[in-house]
C-alpha cells in the first residue's frame, strides 16, 4: 500500500503529518553543488548512489550539476530509474538468478545497463541472457580491495574474469568495481586514508595488469561519502560513487577531519518528523516515529536542535525520549525533527520526501524504488 | 511503488524469486488453530494484533476461528482493516494530532472503532473530533502495568481518566489497555510469570476502582505470545492481544518453559527466501538478504535447518553467512530460507506474503497495511 501523503505544497512544517521524511532543500542544494565543485577538478566523475535517495527525481537533479549517471545494488532499484528516464545505470553488484538478469537485460532499450560479476559461472549466465535478450551488457570486475564481503581478488584473479567478459560476444568488459564499504566509518582520517591507500594499490595493480593483457577500463568505480576525496585524487578512479552526501546522517557526522574536529564537508539535510504522542511521567517523553520510521541499524536518532533530549530507545512505532532534569518537556503534540542514524534505510521507510524551505512545504517527491531489493 | 510480486500460485519455491516472505500454510494454520483451542476454556477472547501481520486476510483467518477483532497501533493500519472489511479494530495506543483523529473517525461508518488515552487534554479531542464527524468514539485507558512506556499509572489516575471520558457526550468509556510488552521476551517462565502477576494485579485493582465507581470495562485487553497463557487464565483480561503467536520468530523462540526447554506452544511459519549470490572465499557465503528485507532490531536471523550455517552479519542488501571448515558451502544460486529475529517489523519489509504447501507456492497475500506507520 502506498502511504498517505504526509503533507501538501503550501503547508507549514508544524502541520505536516507524522512520521514524515523531510529534505531541507536549501541545505540539500548545497551539498549537490559542493560535491560537483569538488570533483569538478579532479579525473573522477560523479556516478552518485542511488541506494540513499532511491528516486529518479534527485537522479535527474545529481546529473544536471555533472553525474554520468547512477549506481544502483538492485535490479528493482534499476527499473525505477530507468523508468523515470536515467539513462546509464550501474548495478554495484552482483545479479544472481535467471530471472533477476532477464529483467535487468530488459532495461536495455531504456539506459545504457551496467553490472558486476565476481564468479565466472555467472558471466556465463549474464552472457546466455544478454544474447536471449538480442543487446550486449557491460560487466565490471567486482575486486574485493579491504572490505572482505563480494568480489574476487584484485591482480590475476581479477584479470582472469575480465578475460572472460572480454571474450564473450554479447558482453563488454567494463572495467572495475573497487568499493571499499567498511572503510567509509573509520573515523580517523588517517586511518581512513591509510585504508583506501591500500585499496587505491590494489585497483592501481589490477589496472596496470589488465593494460598488460590489452583490456583497457572504461570505469574504475568504487568510494563513498566518507573516502571519495582520496579516490578523486588517486588518478586511477574515473568514477565516485557517494551517494549519502546529500543527505547526510548521524553515523557520517561522526567522522572527523585531519585536525580531529568533524568533517564539516557536507550538512544535514534529511529529517523524520515526529511527533510527542505521550508524556507518560516526569522526565521521559514517546515520539510517534520507532524503527519502522527511522532505520536503527546504524544507531539511533538525534533529536535535531535539542542536544538536551535524548532519544533513547526505539521499538516498532515508539521513540522513547529522556528529558533531563532542567529540561523544558516538549508540549503533547508537538514536533520534532529526528536526524536518522543511517539515511539509506531511512528513506526505504517512506513513500514520500516532503521538500521544505523557509518553514514551508515546497513539493513532495515520490521515492519510486523503496522496498526495491529484488 | 509496490514490489514486483515474487512468485505465482503453482511455482515451486526454488522459483521464487528473492527476497520474498514465505509463510509455511500448514505451520501456519496450526497456530492459528492451537490459539483458538488454548483460548477456547477461558474467559478470554483474542483480539489478534496486526501490528504482525499488517493484512486483512489473515485478520479474517483468525476471526473466522473466533478472534473479536483485531488490534493495530496506527490510524493507517486501522484504515487498511477497515477497508478490508474488519468490523471490529482497537488502536491500542494514543493518537495524537488532529487529522490523525479525523482519518480515524472517518472509520466508524465501516467498523468499530476504538482508540486509547493517557491524557486528558487529548481526550477533549478526541471528543471535539468524533462531535464533529458526528459518531461516537470508544476510548480505552492505557495504563501503564510496568511497560514503561505510554499509560496513565493504575489506580486513582486511571479512574480520574475513565469517568472523564465516560463524562464526554460523544465518546464512550471502553476499559483498559494494560499491556506489558517489555514482559514477553524474559526468558524464564517463573519470571515472565512474576511480571505479568504485577500486571494483573494493577489491572484487578484498577477495575475494582472503577467499579467502585459505576464503570464497567466492557474491554480489559493486553497480553503477548509470551505470557496470555497467564492473562487468559486471570479471569480480569476479556480480550488478549498477541500478534506474533502466527508467525514466531527467533527472539520467541529463546523464551522457555518452567522445565527450561524452549516452549513449544506454536512452531515457526515465517521465513525470508534468499539466495546465495556470491561466494567470494572460503568460509563465506553472501546472501541478497540484507536488513532490508529482514529486520535485525530483534537479532540477527537465523538459516533454517542449517545450524552450521550462520548469519554473521546485515548491511542494507547483503547478509555474510559464516561457513564452519567442515561446512558443505551452498552453491551460487541456491535458497536458503531465513528465520528472522523479529516478525513485525520484518513483514513491514515486504508487499506480498508467498503461501507455500508442500514445496509449491499456494497462494500470494498483499500485505496492505505496509509501511503504515502514521
Redesign the interface.
Same mark, same amino acid.
Given at each position: 500500500?502506498?502511504?498517505?501523503p504526509?503533507a501538501a505544497p503550501g503547508m507549514r512544517e508544524e502541520e505536516i503529518?507524522?512520521?514524515a521524511l523531510l529534505i531541507d532543500l536549501d541545505v540539500f542544494e548545497a551539498n549537490l553543488d559542493r560535491m560537483a565543485a569538488l570533483l569538478a577538478p579532479t579525473k573522477a566523475r560523479l556516478r552518485a548512489h542511488a541506494?540513499t535517495h532511491k528516486s529518479p527525481v534527485i537522479a535527474h537533479l545529481q546529473m544536471r550539476r555533472g553525474a554520468v549517471g547512477q549506481c544502483v545494488?538492485?535490479v528493482?532499484e534499476a527499473e525505477?530509474l530507468a523508468w523515470g528516464g536515467v539513462p546509464d545505470i550501474l548495478v554495484s553488484?552482483?545479479?544472481?538468478?535467471l530471472?533477476?538478469l532477464e529483467?535487468l537485460a530488459a532495461l536495455a532499450p531504456l539506459a545504457e545497463i551496467s553490472v558486476c560479476a565476481?564468479?565466472e559461472?555467472?558471466v556465463a549466465t549474464i552472457e546466455d541472457v544478454a544474447a536471449a535478450a538480442r543487446t550486449r551488457l557491460r560487466v565490471l570486475v567486482e575486486i =574485493?580491495v579491504g572490505a572482505g564481503?563480494?568480489? +574476487?581478488s584484485p591482480g590475476p584473479e581479477a584479470v582472469a574474469l575480465a578475460r572472460r567478459i572480454a571474450a564473450s560476444r554479447h558482453l563488454r568488459f567494463g572495467g572495475l568495481q573497487a568499493y571499499h564499504?567498511s572503510a567509509q566509518h573509520i573515523r580517523r582520517e588517517s586511518e581512513r586514508k591509510a585504508a583506501i591507500d591500500s585499496a587505491i594499490g590494489h585497483t592501481r595493480r589490477t589496472v596496470e595488469q589488465l593494460r598488460q593483457h590489452g583490456l583497457e577500463c572504461p570505469i574504475v568505480g568504487g568510494a563513498g561519502t566518507g573516502s571519495f576525496l582520496f579516490e578523486a585524487a588517486s588518478g586511477v578512479f574515473t568514477e565516485i560513487q557517494a551517494g549519502s552526501y546529500c543527505f547526510m546522517d548521524a553515523d557520517y557526522a561522526k567522522n572527523l577531519d585531519d585536525s580531529g574536529a568533524p568533517v564539516s564537508t557536507f550538512h544535514q539535510s534529511l529529517f523524520v518528523l515526529a511527533?510527542?504522542?505521550?508524556?507518560?511521567r516526569a522526565g521521559?517523553a514517546?515520539v =510517534?516515529?520507532?524503527?519502522?520510521?527511522v532505520? +536503527?541499524?546504524s544507531g539511533l536518532p538525534l533529536v535535531w536542535r535539542h542536544p538536551e533530549i535524548l532519544y533513547v530507545g526505539?521499538?516498532?512505532?515508539?521513540g522513547?525520549l529522556a528529558l533531563g532534569a532542567r529540561v523544558v518537556p516538549p508540549a503533547?503534540?508537538q514536533k520534532l525533527r529526528l536526524v536518522p542514524g543511517h539515511c539509506?534505510?531511512t528513506v526505504?521507510?517512506?513513500?514520500w520526501y516532503v521538500g521544505v524551505r523557509g518553514g514551508r512545504v515546497e513539493c513532495l517527491w515520490?521515492?519510486?524504488?523503496?522496498?526495491?531489493?529484488?
Open positions: 500500500m502506498l502511504q498517505t504526509p503529518d507524522t512520521p541506494k545494488q538492485k528493482a525505477a553488484n552482483e545479479v544472481v538468478g530471472r533477476k529483467r565476481d564468479d559461472s555467472e =574485493d564481503r563480494c568480489g +574476487v564499504g511527533t510527542v504522542m505521550s508524556r507518560p521521559v514517546v =510517534d516515529a520507532g524503527h519502522k520510521a532505520a +536503527v541499524d526505539a521499538s516498532d512505532e515508539h522513547k503533547l503534540g539509506d534505510p526505504d521507510r517512506h513513500d515520490p521515492i519510486s524504488a523503496r522496498g526495491g531489493f529484488s
